[in-house]
């Protein structure tokens, strides 16, 4: 009898300590999880991890609020149709590049943009998009980014 009360404290303490570690492993995670799901993207031989923002609430909320992304880690907004969609650093915590691509070519960078103006700093492509990535600020000069360039999904 109190073989099987050992046994059973023992399962508790391992399932308590498994729902920790997921837990802990959940808020560690890279993305927050403000976009869709995550996918890898092929840029110029480099493999970056990205988070989908595919719907009309994760678009808005995009990286607000969040202190950093990875290196290797960007968010990509994808549109249902072509358009010369205004993107805002409202409530950013952290200065980006934004890379305009239309169907798979790169078609317009924005570099080193500002978090510091918030709401007042906006920007918009030069030609109609469908899709549009936030890096870091500096990942286009790492990555060697040219408009021209294909990006494989």
Not at 100 to 127: C, F, Q, T, Y
Request: net charge neutral; glycine share 6%.
């Amino acid at each position: 009898m109190k073989r099987s009360y050992g046994w059973i404290i023992l399962i508790i303490i391992f399932s308590l300590a498994a729902i920790f570690w997921l837990e802990k492993s959940a808020r560690d995670s890279q993305y927050p999880r403000s976009g869709d799901y995550a996918e890898k993207l092929d840029i110029n031989s480099k493999k970056i991890e990205v988070e989908i923002a595919a719907t009309e609430e994760k678009r808005a909320l995009g990286l607000s609020r969040r202190e950093s992304l990875c290196q290797n880690c960007a968010m990509l907004f994808i549109f249902e149709k072509r358009g010369n969609y205004a993107f805002w650093m409202k409530d950013m915590l952290f200065d980006i590049d934004i890379v305009w691509i239309s169907g798979n070519k790169i078609v317009g960078i924005d570099k080193n943009i500002s978090h510091e103006r918030g709401s007042a700093e906006i920007r918009r492509p030069d030609a109609p998009v469908d899709k549009v990535l936030e890096i870091n600020a500096g990942e286009n000069d790492r990555l060697n980014l040219k408009v021209g360039d294909k990006i494989y999904f």
